[in-house]
């Protein structure tokens, strides 16, 4: 993926992250009038829940092998992914951090260094 696309990206996800805090009670969000707010107003477990959904039926999509929803079904996850980083004070771009720090570092050895102490 070239720089471009990947600025992009990265910008998308700050403006959809902007956008979910604007939904928090605490930032005004209405539950009457936004599905985020709604869910924020249920606690953290409906949002958890709403992962847990969308997770199966992205896993059921891709066994299917149906790439218009698996795309669909993923765009929904880390939708919900977001909610939750909004919902724990986090953002999008500590998470692409943390995948930039993983980059090239092998998944065995990168699994290995959580399991130590």
């Known amino acids: 993926m070239n720089t471009t696309a990947r600025d992009s990206s990265e910008a998308v996800l700050a403006r959809i992250a902007d956008i979910l805090e604007t ?31 969308e997770a199966t039926e992205l896993v059921m ?5 149906k790439t218009d929803r698996i795309v669909a079904e993923m765009a929904d996850l880390w939708f919900h992914c977001l909610v939750v980083l909004t919902e ?6 500590q998470v692409v951090a943390e995948l930039a720090r993983r980059e090239g570092i092998s998944g065995l050895q990168e699994k290995a260094s959580r399991l130590t102490p």
């Open 23 to 53: 939904r928090l009670p605490g930032r005004g969000g209405d539950p009457s009038a936004s599905y985020v707010a709604k869910l924020f107003s249920k606690g953290p477990d409906a949002a958890l829940k709403k992962i847990g959904e």
């Open 88 to 93: 724990n004070g986090l953002r999008p771009e």
């Open 61 to 65: 999509a891709a066994k299917d092998k």
